[in-house]
């Protein structure tokens, strides 16, 4: 069904482009040289394409080609090489794997596990106590990781035997680990900034700063709405909690500690300026397999399925970085950005109003 749906939007936009013309020249095409209904059927394959569920890599360049050649006589299929080669080679794209691997050995030592049982102890007497510690354990290990995919399939497999025989609605459940699992793009050092900074050539060390803010924000708004919940639901604090004293919660500090040294190398030596993204994130990787080692946890087997996760997920990232690539060149070839930015200059309204268009672009 995927298929069938994917061939007839590429069969719908081809036909459409051949029957109204194309773009017409083989000369460069500027903003006034692309039709509106051209964008409209760009813009509808882009939706179908992730309506029938082909895989985000795919569409993105299924809609470059797409767009090339029905809009296009120009030959950029001779150029494809050069420009997946640019991002393929860029030294912080090393990272993205690096992060991944981290995470991957987190969870195969046992350290994630540590780190929910620590703030589970810390906020277990709040109502909705696990609840809370969904959202801080995916926030501190986002901070490790940088990863959405890593942490919500982390502290999903870690968080979701405490709640089997839980008195906790299993949607606020669910719905905590989802909204937690996406701080994993938002806290620093996440894979998203790294992307964006590498195709807007951003400095990633000014992305994770300027994040620090919006993140804390994100975590305590999570935090308010559980609290909302509730109290409205009257979720009691958790029976197991209830005899938690002080000494049992300076003794769990010993859980948060192999997190927090890592938290420290990576995001430390960023911030200090000693080290790039890049090298920060093997410094990571390194002090991962010491705490593995000190744990005992380390052998070849939790290696192997470690670096097998992570060339799967790298390979997945790499499409979509490929395919955004290629799609970037062929709408800036197209003239496609210097058209948004005439039809918004030429709006009759405020600044904030043209800055809401923006953001919902």
């Known amino acids: 069904m995927i298929a069938i749906v994917f061939i007839v939007i590429m069969a719908l936009v081809i036909g459409g482009a051949s029957l109204f013309g194309g773009a017409g020249s083989a000369a460069a095409l500027s903003a006034t040289t692309v039709p509106w209904w051209a964008l409209l ?69 046992g350290l994630s596990e540590r780190l929910y049982r620590g703030l589970n102890v810390w906020m277990g007497r709040l109502p909705g106590g696990l609840l809370h510690t969904n959202i801080l ?6 901070a490790v990781a940088g990863s959405s ?51 807007t050539e951003t400095s990633v060390g000014a992305l994770y700063i300027a994040a620090i803010g919006p993140s804390i924000l994100v975590v305590l708004l999570f935090i308010s709405v559980i609290f909302y919940y509730s109290y409205k639901l009257k979720l009691r ?28 190398l990576v995001l430390g030596t960023i911030y200090a300026g000693l080290a790039t993204p890049t090298e920060s994130a093997a410094l990571g990787v390194a ?33 979509i970085l490929f395919g955004a690539y290629v799609l970037n060149y062929i709408l ?25 268009v923006i953001i919902g672009f």
């Open 287 to 319: 002090g991962s397999l010491i705490l593995a080692l000190v744990d005992r946890k380390l052998n070849w087997k939790m290696i192997s399925e470690s670096l097998h996760a992570t060339a799967r997920t790298t390979s997945m990232i790499a499409l």
């Open 137 to 142: 354990a995916c926030g501190v290990f986002s």
């Open 41 to 109: 059927a760009v813009l509808a394959a882009f939706a179908g394409f992730f309506a029938g569920g082909i895989y985000v890599g795919a569409a993105l360049s299924s809609l470059a080609l797409l767009a090339g050649f029905s809009l296009s006589d120009r030959p950029f299929w001779n150029f494809l090489g050069e420009m997946i080669w640019a991002p393929s080679t860029n030294f912080v794209l090393v990272s993205v794997p690096l992060f991944l691997l981290m995470g991957e050995i987190m969870l195969r030592a």
């Open 149 to 199: 995919v890593a942490t919500a399939a982390t502290m999903g497999s870690v968080a979701l035997p405490y709640f089997e025989k839980s008195h906790y609605p299993p949607k606020l459940v669910l719905g905590s680990l989802a909204a937690g699992g996406a701080l994993g793009n938002l806290i620093p050092p996440g894979i998203t900034f790294i992307i964006y900074g590498l195709i």
């Open 332 to 356: 800036s070839a197209l003239g496609v950005p210097q058209m948004l930015a005439k039809f918004l200059t030429g709006l009759p309204l405020p600044g904030w109003a043209i800055m809401l």
């Open 237 to 264: 604090a958790d029976p197991s909690a209830m005899g938690v004293t002080w000494r049992h919660k300076v003794a769990s500090l010993s859980d948060l500690l192999p997190t927090t040294l890592l938290i420290g």
